[in-house]
């Protein structure tokens, strides 16, 4: 099949899950003790990861423009990180408090760093993840709106989510010019899969051992 049907079925499949994950994240009712900051202050790991992730791939890559779309997205994920803390600070939280590296990397974090190929690499973290994230945020948004927190919702709504976008968008034009062989079809649509089936056991997880539901990020 050429790329762009190719994608264009990925696209389908995609979306079909993540509407079953929006779903399921968006059914759970955060534990009591879990506030809109306190749900906010789990973006930071994930954004943590999500730059660090960037800058891993970054070194391995021989394609400029993947290296330079990688670098982008590096950025952008740590200035997300910064937007995080400041607005947990207006909400009386000191993330000097708080340690986003606590725990290790997460299992998305390992399976990502471990992909051994650029198609794969973009299926997976930017194209399926970046969806991913986008999803878990219109939650989180719809969450904060209802909760009365208008400056959180505003925050993603207007700076966080259009990134997000650009970062799923990326990974569709490069899948375009880099998933034309039968075998780089095959590896994409394997990692994408992965990373969306890890995804619904990280949030099922999250949602039976500590009540998390709602949470913003990937
Ligand atoms: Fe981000
Ligand atoms: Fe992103």
């Given at each position: 099949?050429?790329?762009?049907?190719?994608?264009?079925?990925?696209?389908?499949?995609?979306?079909?899950?993540?509407?079953?994950?929006?779903?399921?994240?968006?059914?759970?009712?955060?534990?009591?003790?879990?506030?809109?900051?306190q749900?906010?202050?789990?973006?930071?790991?994930?954004?943590?990861?999500?730059?660090?992730?960037?800058?891993?791939?970054?070194?391995?890559?021989?394609?400029?423009?993947?290296?330079?779309?990688?670098?982008?997205?590096?950025g952008?994920?740590?200035?997300?990180?910064?937007?995080?803390?400041?607005?947990?600070?207006?909400?009386?939280?000191?993330?000097?408090?708080?340690?986003?590296?606590?725990?290790?990397?997460?299992?998305?974090?390992?399976?990502?760093?471990?992909?051994?190929?650029?198609?794969?690499?973009?299926?997976?973290?930017?194209f399926?993840?970046?969806?991913?994230?986008?999803?878990?945020?219109?939650?989180?948004?719809?969450?904060?709106e209802?909760?009365?927190?208008?400056?959180?919702?505003r925050?993603?709504?207007?700076?966080?989510?259009?990134?997000e976008?650009?970062?799923?968008?990326?990974?569709r034009?490069?899948?375009l010019?880099?998933?034309?062989t039968?075998?780089?079809?095959?590896?994409?649509?394997?990692?994408a899969?992965?990373?969306?089936?890890?995804?619904?056991?990280?949030?099922?997880?999250?949602?039976?051992?500590?009540?998390?539901?709602?949470?913003p990020g990937c």
């Amino acid at each position: 099949m050429d790329a762009a049907a190719f994608v264009e079925e990925l696209d389908r499949a995609v979306k079909s899950r993540l509407a079953d994950l929006g779903q399921a994240a968006a059914a759970g009712e955060p534990a009591p003790e879990l506030g809109v900051a306190q749900l906010l202050s789990l973006a930071l790991k994930k954004e943590l990861e999500a730059s660090e992730e960037a800058a891993l791939w970054m070194t391995r890559e021989d394609d400029v423009e993947v290296k330079l779309a990688l670098a982008r997205q590096c950025g952008d994920e740590a200035k997300h990180y910064r937007l995080v803390e400041a607005r947990l600070r207006e909400l009386g939280v000191d993330p000097s408090k708080l340690s986003p590296l606590a725990g290790g990397p997460t299992p998305m974090f390992q399976y990502l760093a471990g992909l051994g190929s650029t198609v794969e690499r973009v299926a997976a973290g930017q194209f399926t993840r970046e969806a991913l994230a986008q999803v878990h945020n219109d939650v989180f948004i719809a969450y904060c709106e209802a909760k009365g927190d208008h400056g959180t919702a505003r925050l993603y709504r207007e700076t966080i989510q259009p990134d997000e976008a650009h970062h799923h968008e990326l990974g569709r034009k490069l899948l375009l010019r880099l998933a034309v062989t039968e075998d780089a079809q095959a590896r994409a649509r394997a990692a994408a899969e992965r990373t969306l089936a890890m995804a619904g056991e990280m949030a099922e997880m999250a949602r039976l051992k500590k009540g998390i539901a709602r949470a913003p990020g990937c």
